[in-house]
């Protein structure tokens, strides 16, 4: 399947664009977050990234999950949709998005961590006291709800 955000770039350069995608909270058995460390900006974010033409958000995580983190994602739970000027970003290439991200929450899931390193760096989970601070932008709020509302989501 062809890029959309890659042949949309070659008409419009890196003019700023609405993006929609997902993202993943995968939680282990012991409570703690799953982390991708990123190749294009060295920080760290959600496994996760931009829709596809024809897929659907859930497809959409599924696929980015298993790319990133070579896990499969067997249940998916709605976590929350976020957008606004909070989740502008401009990438290093100089690519602008703005952000509309579905964030799912995962806890059953499958596979073993191969990390894509065209990709990311590593692959890594963490307590919720030890995140590390060098987090992406446009997932800095994602992580800050997620730790909100932390208690909350160990008893799903």
């Not at 982390?35 to 760290?44: E, F, I, P, T």
Request: glycine share 8%; charged share 30%; with cysteine.
């Amino acid at each position: 399947m062809a890029n959309y955000m890659d042949d949309l770039r070659e008409l419009i350069g890196t003019r700023p664009v609405i993006a929609c995608g997902a993202n993943v909270v995968i939680m282990d058995k012991d409570n703690r977050i799953l982390l991708h460390h990123r190749q294009d900006n060295d920080m760290w974010g959600l496994p996760g990234g931009m829709m596809e033409l024809g897929e659907s958000l859930e497809e959409n995580a599924i696929r980015e999950v298993k790319e990133e983190t070579g896990l499969e994602c067997n249940e998916l739970r709605l976590f929350n949709v976020y957008s606004g000027k909070e989740l502008y970003y401009q990438y290093p290439d100089g690519n602008e998005v703005y952000n509309v991200t579905v964030t799912y929450i995962c806890k059953r899931y499958s596979g073993i961590i191969e990390v894509d390193l065209s990709e990311g760096k590593e692959v890594k989970y963490f307590a919720v006291d030890e995140i590390p601070n060098q987090i992406s932008p446009p997932v800095k709020i994602i992580i800050e709800d997620y730790k909100k509302r932390f208690n909350e989501l160990i008893k799903l």
